[in-house]
């Protein structure tokens, strides 16, 4: 089983961006889809995107459609997040995950291997 760490959270002002990334270890990699989640201060965990193992089929919490992009190197074993026109309501902790599985349809359920966190500030 593959073990998750993020890093690349901060503070930036709106309308910045962000580039998170999510190094995996201890396992097949290229067997794993991949996802982006992330949790404010008392609300619920939401889903953000997610990748099949091929990297040709994507999938997108509707908040973040057309500012966010997930993204995978399997030779390197890390998935990126880049994050454009951030806002206040960006401002959470954001993880990612991981399931082994190789379709390509890839939803918000299921993931079972999860990184520690990375904070991100959006600040007005």
């Known amino acids: 089983q593959v073990q998750l760490v993020e890093s690349g959270g901060g503070l930036v002002q709106a309308g910045g961006s962000l580039r998170l990334s999510c190094a995996a270890s201890?396992?097949?990699?290229?067997?794993?889809?991949v996802g982006w989640f992330r949790q404010a201060p008392g609300k619920e965990r939401e889903f953000l995107a997610s990748?099949?193992?091929?990297?040709?089929?994507?999938n997108y919490g509707g908040s973040v459609k057309g500012r966010f992009t997930i993204s995978r190197d399997n030779a390197k074993s890390t998935v990126w997040l880049q994050m454009n026109s951030l806002k206040p309501e960006d401002t959470a902790v954001y993880s990612c995950?991981?399931?082994?599985?190789?379709?390509?349809?890839?939803?918000?359920?299921?993931?079972?291997?999860w990184g520690q966190g990375t904070q991100v500030t959006v600040s007005s």
């Open positions: 995950a991981a399931k082994r599985t190789f379709s390509t349809v890839v939803t918000a359920e299921g993931f079972d291997t």
């Open positions: 201890g396992g097949s990699f290229n067997t794993y889809a």
């Open positions: 990748l099949d193992w091929t990297s040709r089929s994507t």
